[in-house]
């Protein structure tokens, strides 16, 4: 197995050699359209799961709407079509048929032209508003608040595996409400299970704020976003929680009898993440050796190998082994024996290593002898001998340690790569020198974040919600400014 | 609540009510494409979870491919591309803009035509054949066991919700084996798969059986089934395991190296169910007063509803019945109870009846004087008034029972359904007369088999795997047959 690239060598090639390395996911035949391996499907299987329980418990349901969206919907809400409706893919006939001039060959049959094409949704608001017209008629039918896990299509032109494709799996949460205080909870409630899914089960601490309207998705009044801090010092926006006020609802008419018996339009959401998540968990923890895995979303939290020569020995660990994994196994813990003898011990730690198994547990002819077990941890790469006897309690509370120790360094790498600045020529020789995140001043205008990204590249992250009033003036106007924004890289 | 269209009055009709009144699914504003509804998609999650267990539990991985199939693939496998390429949803831009002409509509930007068409999968052999041919060298590669739960599209020209629609979803099993035995193998393992979930989860009984050659999967050698009765004795295929042969690796140029050294294509399987399962599931239970719902995939498998007069009457059962909740969800049984006092118990109770729940507690003033509670069944309607200590106990076995009794229900009814029939003339009076499905021998020939269902409209649904050898003429031609064939109308 050749050697990764370094991260220091080439951040960017490190993440694309590691995705494709580690069994994740690879570039199909289908320009800009991934495939995700059984291995990386296994992670975002994982992910998708504790969100769903997430959703649940605050109270949503799944359904699902169609995957094509007639292009006159579009049309319905302007800025929502400005943003979405342009780079997509457009379905305009429904029928192939032989090449009478090359036998074997297919062509589009010009006689099954749609008399009017369809969108593959590049996000749903369209569609389901259109659905929840019939849905919604009294403040009784609401809230109305629902889920949907799928397939998403945006004509992206530069892709990357996970970060950017053209093809996406996500989940979009649309909700509808009688009144506008209670969308704008729904939309800070959903950001908060967002937030608290990063950083519980991705170990990913994120800065919860909101979007500048230039940031905004297209349609809404109000873009909350959490954002991840990669170990390049660049953002990476993990998601988004829109506020939508009465938009959608007016773009399909929407109206429903309040409680006091007038017409109103519904007020909405919508909310998502995607297999985004999946380059901010590889990006956020991973290193030279391969993926680093918190133990929540690891697909095989722990794997047992065993050190042999000949078959006398491998039944004797076999015994052990076998033993040791139900223990663990009546714990919940994933765990794989891997006695395979085509593969030698030195390759499987370099292979494990390489996916992120969070525990490795040695066993040899020696550990037999005196009942103990080595135990490697791919997060920090150390590695102690213990006493096998009760070794399952140990491990159970290694998982849980490893968890908080993996959220703490990046918790503390992110804190040590964000600057606080207070004049523009700081603001660009930070950024130039150290990277990062760069906490300034911002004057509110859109031309001043236009300057700012045209001549840095770097983009306003979001205004965190926790942010502290504090006066100051603005880096490029001098214009008086009450807090500060996250300004970065990103992708 | 109009009441339902009943089943003797118009048997379509009062599916189609069904389907909507039930809040499973409805048509959408895109042609053929249905909106799922919570509820319809709760049912099917719960399908989906247990498939997907149970497909885990066999060795399988899930994976994701892109939904896009360039044309090309297509004609790489000329069988498949006549059976699924013709009518299909066909990309043809990657772009809209503004129509200059009218300001606020969109058009195709011309100039973002695509080199080559993307066809919308409406199966994945050609996309993921394409990719096995990366990943398959060596025997030590396979066997691949992979599944993907995505959608698919299917330009269906007259649909209806659940049982033919252009879009629906569906699981897609692809394997790739060193040998044809184990290919064939697996092929009968994945149809005894669906043949276990139908009869233990959806309490359907089906017949296992191979089509015959004019009905096999375009591209497969051998197409197994599990065919389904319906209340009006028409058949369902329920679930389909395609044996591929060496199709597919011959058409993506998928070859390895064998124990021996030599080169040699790959063995393909493919299998799938759909959201076909949510029709097949409604038609073969439910009744004129609704749903009738297994409790293994019911939502809501018992509900509570309370009958009082007055706050301190609620007040009182309120606290019986939360306790009893607890203890029920203790059990691992999911319930609901419906203290909501904007609806009388009767709208409740036709309510729950038209969703298939289960069963029914009702509990009023005199239930709690007299410490009993009074219990429906769902299935047969009954009611009976028990005591209400360890009603728990007894609310877990009756879940059984109710299981048991559905899918017996549903095996006499087939069972006083199947008619073995010797002449042609017996043949076209039982299915005018009776329908249902017909045991007959069949001479093995396209030919009987096209004039027959030309002329009836019945087609072959299966030759059953368990069918004992037995000597007789074919129904028209007289030829000699060794086994009787099911016909049936079907869906």
């Not at 694309?16 to 391996?37: F, H, P, Q, T, Y």
């Not at 909350?224 to 008419?253: P, R, V, W």
């Not at 292979?351 to 002898?369: N, T």
């Not at 207070?422 to 660009?428: D, H, I, L, T, V």
């Amino acid at each position: 197995m050749a050697k990764l690239t370094s991260r220091s060598e080439d951040y960017s090639k490190w993440y694309n050699e590691l995705v494709v390395k580690a069994d994740l996911a690879e570039n199909s035949g289908v320009r800009g359209c991934m495939v995700i391996k059984p291995y990386g499907y296994a992670i975002w299987e994982k992910m998708r799961d504790e969100l769903d329980r997430m959703f649940k418990e605050t109270g949503h349901q799944n359904a699902y709407f169609p995957i094509f969206i007639p292009k006159s919907y579009f049309e319905a809400e302007e800025k929502n079509a400005e943003g979405f409706a342009k780079e997509c893919a457009v379905v305009t006939h429904y029928r192939l048929k032989n090449d009478p001039e090359n036998p074997g060959k297919l062509i589009v049959d010009p006689e099954a032209k749609l008399e009017e094409e369809l969108i593959v949704r590049p996000t749903s608001e369209a569609i389901i508003w259109s659905t929840y017209k019939n849905w919604i008629q009294s403040y009784r039918d609401l809230p109305i608040l629902i889920n949907q896990w799928a397939n998403v299509v945006r004509w992206e032109m530069r892709t990357r595996l996970f970060l950017r494709t053209a093809e996406f799996l996500w989940q979009e949460g649309h909700t509808a409400h009688a009144t506008k205080q209670e969308a704008v909870e729904e939309t800070e409630k959903m950001l908060e299970v967002y937030a608290d899914f990063a950083e519980r089960f991705m170990a990913v601490p994120v800065i919860k704020g909101i979007k500048t309207p230039s940031e905004r998705f297209a349609g809404a009044e109000e873009t909350y976003c959490i954002e991840a801090m990669m170990q390049d010092g660049k953002a990476l926006q993990a998601g988004t929680s829109h506020f939508l006020g009465q938009n959608f609802a007016e773009a399909f008419d929407v109206k429903f009898t309040n409680k006091e018996g007038k017409m109103e339009h519904a007020w909405a959401t919508s909310w998502g993440v995607s297999t985004r998540l999946m380059g901010a968990l590889i990006m956020a923890h991973s290193d030279d050796h391969g993926l680093v895995l918190p133990p929540t979303l690891a697909p095989i939290q722990v794997v047992i190998v065993p050190i042999f020569k000949g078959e006398e020995q491998l039944n004797q660990i076999n015994e052990v082994a076998f033993e040791l994994q139900g223990k663990l196994k009546a714990k919940g813990i994933s765990v794989k024996y891997d006695n395979d003898d085509q593969n030698k011990p030195g390759w499987k730690f370099a292979e494990y290593e390489l996916k992120g198994v969070p525990v490795r547990i040695a066993m040899g002819a020696r550990d037999l002898e005196n009942k103990t077990v080595e135990i490697a941890r791919r997060d920090n790469l150390t590695k102690e001998v213990r006493p096998l006897e009760n070794i399952e309690n140990y491990i159970e509370e290694l998982l849980k340690t490893i968890q908080n120790d993996i959220y703490n360094k990046a918790l503390s790498f992110r804190a040590e790569n964000i600057t606080e600045v207070n004049s523009y020529e700081e603001f660009k020789k930070v950024l130039e020198e150290k990277g990062g995140f760069i906490s300034a001043h911002w004057d509110g205008t859109a031309e001043e974040e236009e300057q700012i990204k045209n001549e840095t590249k770097a983009t306003i992250r979001c205004i965190p919600l926790d942010a502290k009033a504090e006066e100051g003036v603005s880096l490029i106007s001098g214009r008086p400014s009450n807090r500060r924004a996250i300004f970065a890289k990103a992708y």
